[in-house]
């Protein structure tokens, strides 16, 4: 029996060297709205393919880590009720054949596995605020720190306490590097307000230092911080007005845990009527096309 399937042009594009980039689920199932959801996976995939880059979704069917999705495995994802599976998930639910959206840390964990070194998402996992009562702390971070891929990002949430994120991947040993600019993104915003102390500006760069990681014997993983260009980000006022109303729902609701992210993203589209929806939609594009050029250049180097 093996640990995970992966489809017959993800498994032939890695034994051939030829570009491939991971794509997660828990942002199709839990982070954007039906039937939103099922177009921008099939977007993504798409944006992939038009630039010679073979997709790879990965989810759990059924019990079984699948690298890379036919239209019915898409379709699954976008309109089931999964489980939002991280790493420690995955082995439960092969033991009871029960499929899951894979978040970032699952994501990176099985396309690792699978020879897979680029992967794009939206935004990070990362420390939540508050995170010194309830030690909400994603696993993204720690997952990365033993996982040997490239997650092209618009930085982390900006729901999360970035200045703590941001300490805890330097404590990790994993590098942060900002793609063509020192700025730290914030999601939904070009800025932070923080400041990288790296940046890289061509693909072929950062796939040089993936090969250098790779011959010093590390192990970790890159983050690769990619803002959504200035003109395409939310206004910044009304981001901290939907913000500060989401995190009061939170705290009304009870909400806490796995559920914290699904719950103040749903919401923040709702608040904001669906602009939240199309920033994010719009950095997540932008993130796919960034991967696709690193993973192109990857599959050159190597
Ligand atoms: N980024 C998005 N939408 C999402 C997520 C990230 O644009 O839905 C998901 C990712 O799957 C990430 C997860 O791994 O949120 C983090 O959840 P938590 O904070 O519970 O670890
Ligand atoms: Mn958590």
């Known amino acids: 029996m093996t640990s995970f399937l992966a489809s017959p042009e993800v498994s032939a594009a890695l034994a051939a060297g030829k570009p491939v980039v991971a794509l997660e689920s828990t942002i199709i199932s839990h982070g954007l709205p039906r039937p939103r959801n099922l177009e921008a996976a099939k977007e993504f995939e798409e944006i992939l393919r038009s630039k010679g880059v073979v997709p790879a979704t990965v989810a759990i069917l059924d019990g079984v880590p699948r690298i890379g999705l036919d239209a019915e495995g898409i379709d699954r994802i976008a309109n089931e009720d999964l489980a939002k599976a991280s790493v420690r998930d995955i082995p439960i639910l092969a033991a009871r054949k029960e499929s899951g959206a894979t978040t970032v840390a699952a994501t990176a964990h099985l ?37 040997p891929i490239t997650v092209v990002s618009a930085g982390v949430k900006s729901v999360l306490d970035i200045a703590a994120t941001l300490e805890r991947l330097e404590s990790l040993s994993v590098p942060v590097i900002g793609y063509k600019t020192k700025d730290f993104p914030a999601f939904w915003l070009t800025k932070s307000g923080f400041t990288l102390d790296w940046s890289l500006d061509t693909p072929e760069q950062v796939a040089h230092a993936m090969k250098a990681q790779d011959q ?76 696709a050029d690193i993973a192109k250049a990857w599959s050159e180097l190597r």
């Open 111 to 147: 396309a690792a596995l699978a020879g897979i070194r680029v992967f794009a998402t939206g935004g990070l996992g990362g420390v939540h605020r508050g995170a010194i009562d309830s030690f909400d702390e994603s696993a993204d971070l720690s997952t990365l720190a033993v996982t």
């Open 216 to 291: 010093l014997g590390h192990g970790q993983g890159i983050v690769l911080a990619n803002p959504i260009p200035i003109e395409k980000q939310w206004d910044p006022s009304e981001h901290d007005r939907v913000l500060e109303i989401a995190f009061a729902a939170a705290k009304k609701a009870g909400v806490t845990g796995k559920a914290v992210t699904p719950f103040l993203l749903g919401f923040i589209v709702e608040e904001s009527k669906g602009k939240s929806l199309e920033v994010n939609l719009d950095l997540a594009r932008n993130n796919v096309s960034v991967a």
